[in-house]
């Protein structure tokens, strides 16, 4: 497992606080013991003093055994060969080799730990004293061990926990993203095909006169201006990482929606009986409103100039139910994009939790779109 710097869990104050006071209590532990001793005995204050400056310097290496871990471990074991003031930085900078586990450098430093406790344990021979703090030592050596074994799992677990999160979250914004992407597709190819049915009414009609050849143009102009503010809006929200930012359509926003396809020149007839629109969940009229959208636009794309019969129906506990019919073109359509918009919707209404089927009857494409309306 790699444990590089970069890939361990950074320690908050606290975190730092308690490492550096466990390190320091058996310090003070065994300071206040030679000092008890010097003070009985000054004979031994130099021996006192440097076993205390070892155990200092232990204290300073610990800063970077995060970054060196074996190093910093072997470097404070061999210190306990010396002095028993440094079995508090050795310790802790053993339990954080530990916790990286990697065997190849835990293996040598618990053995060169262990061999520093055993010479500094009967270095003044072999008595009972001696054993005893033999026997402490690689005792508390082999609980380090384990604790630094122990604190290693948590930590894997508390990292696996954080991917896991992030995961979540990364799966999450591809799927606001994937919206975003759909809702630019609507809006988009809907402004796109009203952009190319006035073009090419100029191009084709030659009846027009004055003002309804300026009128056409200013349709074109604004619906040129709109796709590229719908175009700005999305990309923007792309780049921010955000939910959309404007306002979204829902079902109340169809008669303006049919008002623009007629001005345009498409021939729209609704037939609407929903009943009590107004306890209409939002996102089902949303939903709703952009599989009318791309009804309408799959058919100026696939049967230019033909009429499209539009009928809503619902009610609170039942479905609210989406007819489109057109007539069907001869041959077929040579428009880009072809029966992406059916993807489109299906999937829309996959994701609503509704049902969609098309086929053709007697001449015309027909629609059909289910979408739940709970009570």
Not at 3 to 17: A, T, V
Not at 239 to 265: K, N, Y
Request: aromatic share 6%; proline share 5%; hydrophobic share 45%.
């Amino acid at each position: 497992m790699n444990d590089s710097p970069q890939h361990q869990l950074p320690l908050d104050r606290w975190g730092s606080m308690v490492r550096y006071l466990a390190a320091l209590g058996p310090m003070l532990f065994f300071a206040v013991v030679w000092a008890w001793v010097a003070a009985h005995d000054l004979d031994k204050l130099p021996r006192a003093v440097f076993d205390v400056s070892l155990g200092v310097l232990g204290l300073v290496l610990m800063r970077w055994r995060r970054r060196w871990p074996w190093q910093i471990a072997a470097a404070t074991a061999l210190l306990t060969a010396f002095s028993s003031s440094a079995s508090g930085p050795a310790n802790v900078a053993y339990v954080s080799l530990c916790t990286h586990r990697r065997w190849r450098e835990i293996v040598p430093v618990a053995a060169l730990s262990w061999s520093s406790a055993t010479l500094y344990a009967f270095a003044g021979g072999v008595s009972q004293q001696s054993m005893i703090s033999f026997v402490t030592s690689t005792t508390i050596l082999a609980g380090l061990t384990v604790f630094g074994l122990y604190l290693r799992s948590e930590r894997e677990a508390l990292l696996a926990e954080e991917r896991a999160e992030r995961q979540r979250v990364e799966q999450a914004r591809f799927a606001e993203r994937t919206k975003i992407a759909q809702e630019m597709h609507d809006a988009l190819a809907h402004r796109m095909s009203l952009l190319a049915m006035l073009a090419g009414g100029l191009a084709y009609r030659v009846d027009l006169g004055p003002e309804q050849t300026r009128e056409t143009a200013l349709a074109i102009q604004e619906n040129a201006h709109q796709s590229l503010n719908e175009l700005r809006t999305v990309l923007g929200t792309l780049r921010s990482d955000g939910e959309l930012a404007a306002p979204q359509p829902t079902i109340a926003d169809l008669d303006a929606l049919f008002h623009e396809v007629r001005s345009a020149g498409q021939k729209v007839l609704v037939t609407d009986t929903i009943e009590q629109r107004d306890r209409l969940p939002t996102q089902t009229g949303r939903n709703a409103y952009r599989i009318v959208q791309e009804a309408l636009t799959n058919a100026r794309k696939h049967a230019p100039g033909s009429s499209v019969r539009v009928e809503l129906d619902g009610r609170p506990g039942d479905a609210l139910r989406i007819d489109v019919t057109n007539a069907t073109p001869y041959g077929p359509s040579s428009a880009p994009g072809g029966r992406l918009g059916l993807v489109g919707v299906a999937e829309r209404a996959r994701m609503a939790g509704g049902t969609i089927t098309h086929a053709h009857q007697d001449g015309r494409f027909v629609l059909s779109v289910r979408l739940p309306w709970e009570a």
